[in-house]
């Protein structure tokens, strides 16, 4: 047998891989490398709580819809406010992109974040809160630039108010657009 013949080199074979084996066992992991990011308000889960609210609760609201000059006012109620609300959701300032880019100002019951970093589409969020500490009011700015388009956003929510979003849109091919929708609550 071809194994037999070669018990010397075999057995320094396994011996070499035993070693290594333990060599790697008993090295202490490489540290990861940790980031220290500042922890922002949960703006996502915040707003998926009030969908969920909103959608038990099932109020009317007086909703404003404004495209450039036409204008409309309805009192109806939401059906989907997952969908109605999904501009506010996909405000999320934990996302790592965001790391090191905003600075934050706060006073008693108002934290305003803002950046100066063009590239990024966050401009500015003023979240107010309440005397108890619970967040009441939102209102966040977005800037949105690329080779086609440029889109500057307005979102505004008031909890048991009402919201608004106001766009304004610069299309390469299509012009200027302007958006307006705002809905307040009935009492």
Same mark, same amino acid.
């Given at each position: 047998m071809?194994?037999? $013949?070669? @018990? $010397?080199?075999?057995? @320094?074979a396994v011996m070499a891989v035993v070693v290594t084996a333990l060599f790697l066992c008993c090295t202490p992991s490489p540290k990861e490398r940790t980031i220290k990011r500042e922890a922002h308000f949960d703006i996502p889960g915040y707003f998926n709580a009030e969908i969920a #609210? +909103?959608?038990q609760e099932n109020p009317t609201i007086? @909703?404003?819809? *404004? @495209?450039?000059? +036409?204008?409309?006012? #309805?009192? *109806?109620? *939401?059906a989907d406010w997952e969908t109605e609300l999904s501009s506010f959701v996909s405000i999320d300032l934990n996302k790592p992109v965001y790391t090191g880019i905003l600075e934050k100002d706060s006073t008693a019951n108002k934290i305003k974040i803002t950046s100066s970093d063009p590239k990024i589409d966050i401009s500015s969020v003023e979240i107010e809160y309440n005397e108890n500490g619970v967040p009441i009011e939102f209102r966040i700015q977005r800037n949105i630039e690329n080779s086609l388009y $440029?889109?500057?956003e307005t979102l505004r929510y008031t909890q048991k108010k009402g919201y608004s979003l106001e766009k304004h849109q610069s299309v390469l091919v299509l012009g200027e657009k302007y958006y307006h929708i705002e809905g307040v609550f009935n009492p």
């Open positions: 071809y194994w037999c $013949k070669n @018990k $010397k080199a075999s057995g @320094k #609210r +909103l959608a007086n @909703k404003t819809v *404004i @495209k450039d000059s +036409l204008s409309e006012t #309805r009192e *109806i109620q *939401i $440029k889109t500057h």
